[in-house]
């Protein structure tokens, strides 16, 4: 599952290294066996009959197994080995989403093959003189399938959540009356920077075993969280009407609108 700006390399190397390790296995344990002596054990015993292939650990351009320390191959080695064997060790594959099909004269069908389901909570503190909001803490639950990298898909969520909260609460859209924008850059566009961030930020991740999911169970995490960003405008929005139950406040949720809420109560 990837999405533009997720770190798309790092998850496929993760899947990679997980499939070669298991092609890896079998010649791994051959090698560690040949090379175990009666003198290199570290009981006085006959050397094993084989070896489990759930000890081995790759790791530090190194295999070895957790019941034989000492006796370490360089991963180098173990591909020579590998290839002699006439183990593959290269592969490729295409992938198409499947089942997805929808027909728009009738209405029906099934645009997408999965759904991810989750939740936000934001909490912001605005200041009514002058319509200016700080974001104090965000809470968000997301359910991804069986996450490939953690990190990874916090940090997409993270991403998502801020795009929509700068969308929602402090980008604004200003075109000249022949419909030309007049905010183009950061200079006159105000984007969120690392002084919108929330002093708390709480992302929870839900595993599930999904039917429906893409490669290897995992789920996309790049767009679908971008919704959340929008309980900063609900909330925004509760902080006005707090004070002017009549209010109504339009969108984005900049200070110049706050004040417009307030006037019209």
Not at 1 to 18: F, K
Not at 47 to 69: E, G, K, R
Not at 151 to 163: F, K, N, P, S, T
């Amino acid at each position: 599952a990837a999405s533009t700006g997720s770190d798309i390399n790092a998850n496929a190397a993760r899947i990679a290294a997980e499939k070669l390790i298991r092609q890896l296995s079998e010649p791994a344990c051959d090698l560690i066996l040949n090379l175990i002596q009666p003198g290199n054990l570290a009981v006085d015993s006959a050397p094993p009959a084989q070896i489990d292939p759930q000890t081995l650990i790759f790791a530090d351009n190194q295999v070895w197994s957790s019941a034989y320390p000492d006796i370490q191959i360089k991963f180098p080695d173990l591909i020579r080995h590998a290839y002699n064997q006439r183990v593959a060790l290269a592969a490729y594959g295409y992938y198409r989403t499947p089942d997805v099909w929808f027909d728009r004269d009738r209405g029906i069908g099934n645009p997408f093959y999965y759904y991810v389901f989750g939740c936000a909570l934001s909490q912001v503190e605005v200041d009514l003189m002058t319509g200016e909001h700080r974001l104090l803490a965000a809470f968000i639950v997301h359910e991804n399938g069986q996450t490939l990298h953690p990190e990874i898909d916090r940090g997409q969520v993270i991403g998502a959540y801020i795009q929509c909260y700068g969308w929602c609460a402090l980008e604004d859209i200003a075109p000249d009356n022949k419909g030309r924008y007049l905010a183009l850059t950061p200079s006159t566009y105000k984007i969120p920077s690392i002084r919108e961030m929330p002093d708390k930020l709480v992302v929870e991740l839900v595993e599930s075993q999904s039917r429906y999911a893409s490669v290897m169970g995992s789920k996309a995490t790049g767009e679908p969280p971008f919704i959340y960003g929008l309980s900063v405008f609900f909330a925004i929005e509760n902080a006005v009407r707090a004070a002017c139950p009549n209010a109504r406040l339009r969108f984005p949720a900049i200070p110049e609108a706050v004040i417009m809420a307030m006037s019209s109560d």
